[in-house]
């Protein structure tokens, strides 16, 4: 049955999906490195982002001025002209092709991703995470300070974890956003979900295959993602969701004289 | 500098394809926007179900695959089918053409739910005392919901209007000589890649700036007259 079914698909499907199965395990791998090159700049640029908002929802003008520029001029530009600033500008400079750092680090391809999009997404988180912070409600405060909580405690116990779960939904959004982002990697060398899709339409000439199997994971991926936060967001903000009222039935026979 | 002044002809050319690029796909933007609104509150079965199924599939999509789907897929796609039917021969679809289209539709998934929201954020009773007054749906879009929509719109709007004009430098991997490409190709050439993409960032903080002061400037016209709170 089996090497008919694999003729009839031949025959009759409009994508080469015989094609796409034997290079099945190349886009695993790619996915993969979507996913790495994602997670770890989510993690380096959501912890940059911390004392970064903390800097921005304070009233410190020397050091806020800087944070300002730093966050203006990444979420004022295309991430695509970040990366390219990165991984093919710096070269232009000698002394940066001196240092110990060009040869393991800002040569490669990878690292260069990976800086860029932790840039890119701290500066979004910074702002976002300082809106949530600023709007933290003044009688939890004021609550803290009556209790005796200096500055670091209040920040540490009271302000932080309500704006950390204050700006889950919009946070969610991000983490799409830079998974979608991502992509951008495909375009200096790196072999990720797309990289690997384009180099299958490279190879074998072909319009759709490469493209369409990426579009498909990379849907499946969003997905996921999206419910995975939707969940979270269930847990850690329950206390603002409205409780679910349960309406009692009239029982039976019981006369209901309700209006 | 004196590089950048030399090669300003190229960039000056790059960023007016980026800004005519940006406008017309945010005309296809609106366009599908206000269909798939419209569609996502109709009554029609069909029309919800569209709808739905082109805003998930849109926003779970990076933009860049979709664009080079539709620039090496849709040409063959459109090229195979003129050949079947022979309705017309050899088609090309130029790289402008493929983005513009590619993003309008994409952020026409985002400006979707924009207008959505902000249809229904107008009260009901307007709604029933336009139709109570006589006027027909058609007068109703143009008099009651067109200009609160405006208002009600324009924060979201404003958003997806930034996001969409940075989205536009992901034309130049397809080869369209917009402003990062032109940037890219000179800094290349003169072996300064660091101080044209610089260039060619602060020519897109540039026109996000401008964009700011033009959205600013939408949404004090569109707010006359309304009373803000003042969540001091």
Redesign the interface.
Known sequence: MGESFIAFIEAWSPLDLVLIAQNFDRFLWGALVTLQLTALSLVVGGLMSIPLAIIRAGNNPFLNAPVWAFT??FR???????T??IY??????EWIRQTVLWDPILSQAWWCALIAFSLNTAAYTTELLRGSIETTNKGEVEAAKACGLGKWMRLRRIVLPSAFRRALPAYSNEV?FM??????A??ITIQDL?GV??WL?GRYYL??EG??T??VL??II??LVSRGFRLWEKHWLKHLYPLEVVEEKPKKGAASFRI | MDLIIEYQAQLLSGTWVTIRLALISLAIAVMFGLLGAWAKLSKNFVAQKTAAAYTT?V????????I??VF??G???VNSFGAITGLWGYVEISQFAAGAGTIGIVFGGYMTETFRGAILAIPRGQIEAGIACGMNRFTIFRRVIGPQMVRYALPGFSNNW?VQI?????V??IGLQDV?YNG?VA??ST?????F??A??MI??EL??ISDVGLRWLDRKYSKGIVRTDHG
């Open positions: 203006y001029l004022g530009t295309p991430l695509l002209v970040q390219y600033l093919y500008g710096l070269g232009q400079f799409i998974l979608h982002g991502s992509v951008v495909s375009t797309l899709g384009r339409n319009a759709y493209f369409i990426a579009a990379y849907f969003v997905l | 599939i926003r779970g999509v990076p933009d860049l695959v979709l080079l789907l090496y897929g040409q063959q796609l930034l940075k989205s536009t430098a992901l130049s991997v990062v890219f800094g290349r072996r300064q890649l660091f101080t993409m610089f060619v960032l897109y903080l996000t700036a």
